[in-house]
């Protein structure tokens, strides 16, 4: 079983930072791409940014610039700093994770419970 645990969100002004953090626990041979997405109230979720073991990053086009996420792969964490945050970055933001859980076996998407960041006018 693998368990994704998020921390990190908050309240912040627009114009603010905040840090969101990801670790992966449990029994799993490796972690293959990491990337966080996240749902406003009324919307789908979308993919907000991602990376790869090798640290390739993909982001979405209205958070290029502000937002970088990174990984540390022997802590099996990823991180996503946000910067210059908007009102319309208030979403609930969620932990994705492709997992090996063995040796043999093909990867399965493993998902955080999901962090609050709400930005303020």
């Known amino acids: 079983q693998v368990q994704l645990v998020e921390s990190g969100g908050g309240l912040v002004q627009a114009g603010g930072s905040l840090t969101l953090s990801c670790a992966a626990s449990g029994r799993f041979f490796r972690i293959s791409d990491m990337g966080w997405y996240r749902q406003a109230p009324g919307k789908q979720r979308e993919l907000v940014a991602s990376?790869?073991?090798?640290?390739?990053?993909n982001y979405l086009d209205s958070v290029k610039g502000r937002f970088t996420i990174s990984r540390d792969n022997a802590k099996n964490t990823v991180y996503l700093q946000m910067n210059s945050l908007k009102p319309e970055d208030t979403a609930v933001y969620y932990c994705n994770a492709e997992v090996y859980t063995t040796i043999w076996s093909r990867t399965a998407d493993y998902w955080g419970q999901g962090t609050q960041v709400t930005v303020s006018s």
């Open positions: 990376i790869t073991s090798s640290g390739r990053t």
